[in-house]
């Protein structure tokens, strides 16, 4: 099975959100199990200097978009046993950042039209293009339009793959003649057409030959009105074309036995735990109590993570509950502010780092004894996967990936391994945190609920072998 990944960031190149973190690991597993897969990317500006300088040049050819033929070299590198192309053109990429621009709608055009272009260049055929987001949605429109008379392409099929349904790529009526060289016959309810617009991602989804998302129950929410974003109806009438499918975490990278940024390196130890606890509240400066409960959330300072709700409840609990509350992140202002100015109200229970730092975000997962996530939607979440491994427990609301991966605590059967509530409401979640901390002082039940959390399988091997069933299922075409 030969696949080739398409997508606009991947670790340890480049990096905005956790779609980098899955292309940086998926094709890893996938390889692991013996398929052949290669990975191609936009060459930014922005990739470190020590995986530019490694980077050899194969090819160069001309790219049609539109009228027009753009230039695009083909260079790559090996890392990880992983071969990675990296499409050459400083027009379009040789930018400081990597989304945001006005004419990002040309730039992706130009990129899922390389993508394809660039594949005798390399010398490689793929069975599966596997393509992620609204930045690769046009190959399989594309492939079908402008490649399948030419046998080299006419046996790939494609799998398409949606991170985050909020993002779809909308672009005015006139990108579809004069970027993507495509007629009105594409330009239907069918097709390519959103509200007189052209939708690049409603594009992946009607032309590929499988869609998937990153959890079962985000793919069952996409088609409601409410998580469709518009989409519902579409997806719905997919059927058992469209599959969800939980990612993994590098259990290699996050592993607390061996990570080099914790305090102290442990399994599954509740006394190594808390001798992280202390260091992290010196470092804080918050009072050293080993015993008092310590919730942590590590996450961008925006509204779908459901921070309204802890806005609502937090000085309520700070002033009552006998715990202690860290936050990691950056994000909105008004969120930035609001929490400085709890930390200042509550300094002896809470600290607000307005930052980002891996090196602490790791701290914060091996110290904390709870991990507080209550979005109002999470197509599948990394955070709580993190926590799990690190034996901090996951207070969650059951909505995507969240539901699919955190099971609520049952005391008379110790199964479950963390806490969860279902309404986007503040009092529920304050509730769920309450029952935590009260199972939290009962010795007997956290350590089998932290037993629970540390034992499960949060690497990429179950996903990856999902991933090669449904590769399997449209190569064949069952």
């Known amino acids: ?40 990317l936009p060459k930014y500006r922005g990739i470190p200097e020590q995986y530019r300088e490694q980077m050899e040049h194969v090819g160069e050819i ?14 790559t590198l090996n890392h990880d046993g992983i071969a990675y192309y990296f499409v050459d053109n400083e027009y379009y990429f040789g930018r400081d950042a990597v989304y945001g621009y006005m004419d990002d709608g ?26 992620h987001d609204w930045h690769t949605a046009l190959i399989p429109v594309l492939l079908h339009a402008h490649y399948r008379h030419d046998p080299f392409y006419e046996s790939i099929r494609t799998v398409y793959t949606i991170h985050n349904l909020l993002y779809q790529g909308i672009f005015p009526y006139e990108v579809l003649g004069e970027l993507l060289e495509l007629d009105d016959r594409y330009f239907t309810m069918d097709g390519l057409e959103y509200y007189g617009k052209v939708n690049y991602m409603k594009g992946g989804i009607v032309y590929s030959d499988h869609v998937t998302t990153v959890s079962p129950t985000y793919a069952r929410e996409i088609q409601t009105a409410y998580y469709g974003y518009g989409l519902d109806g579409l997806l719905r009438a997919l059927g058992p074309k469209l599959s969800g499918i939980v990612n993994g975490i590098d259990t290699k990278s996050y592993n607390p036995a061996t990570d ?4 102290k390196q442990y ?42 709700l802890v806005i609502r409840v937090l000085d309520e609990m700070l002033t009552f509950d006998d715990i202690q509350f860290v936050i990691l992140g950056t994000g909105d202002g008004k969120y930035e502010h609001w929490f400085k100015e ?29 991990f507080l996530m209550p979005s109002s939607f999470e197509p599948c979440g ?18 995507g990936g969240l539901n699919d991966t955190v099971q609520a605590y049952n005391e008379f059967t110790g199964e479950g391994n963390g806490f969860s509530f279902a309404h986007i409401n503040a009092h529920d979640m304050m509730h769920t945190i309450r029952r935590a901390v009260s199972f939290y ?20 091997n179950v996903s990856a072998r999902a991933y090669q069933e449904i590769y399997d299922r449209v190569t064949i075409g069952t």
């Open 1 to 40: 099975m030969n696949v080739l990944f398409a997508a606009a960031e991947a670790v340890p190149f480049i990096k905005t959100g956790g779609l980098a973190d899955v292309i940086g690991a998926l094709p890893q597993a996938l390889a692991a199990n013996g398929v052949d897969v290669r990975v191609v």
């Open 62 to 75: 001309y790219v049609p978009v539109g009228w027009r033929s753009q230039y695009c070299g083909i260079e």
């Open 106 to 131: 040309e730039r992706f055009a130009f990129l899922n039209r390389a993508v394809l272009q660039l594949l005798q260049s390399i010398d490689f055929r793929p069975d599966v293009i596997h393509c």
């Open 260 to 263: 080099p940024h914790i305090a």
């Open 267 to 308: 399994r599954s130890s509740l006394a190594k735990k808390k001798e992280n606890k202390i260091r992290l509240q010196q470092e804080l400066e918050l009072p050293v109590s080993a015993d008092t409960p310590l919730i942590a959330m590590v996450t961008r300072l925006v509204e779908p993570k459901g921070l309204e």
């Open 342 to 370: 709890a930390e200042r109200r509550h300094p002896q229970k809470m600290s607000a780092r307005i930052t980002f730092s891996e090196a602490l975000s790791r701290k914060f997962y091996a110290s904390s004894d709870m």
């Open 382 to 399: 990394i955070s709580q996967l993190l926590a799990l491994r690190y034996g901090s427990i996951p207070i969650v609301r059951e909505t």
């Open 441 to 460: 002082r009962q010795p007997r039940h956290w350590s089998q609920i932290v037993k629970n959390a540390v034992s499960g399988d949060y690497s990429w």
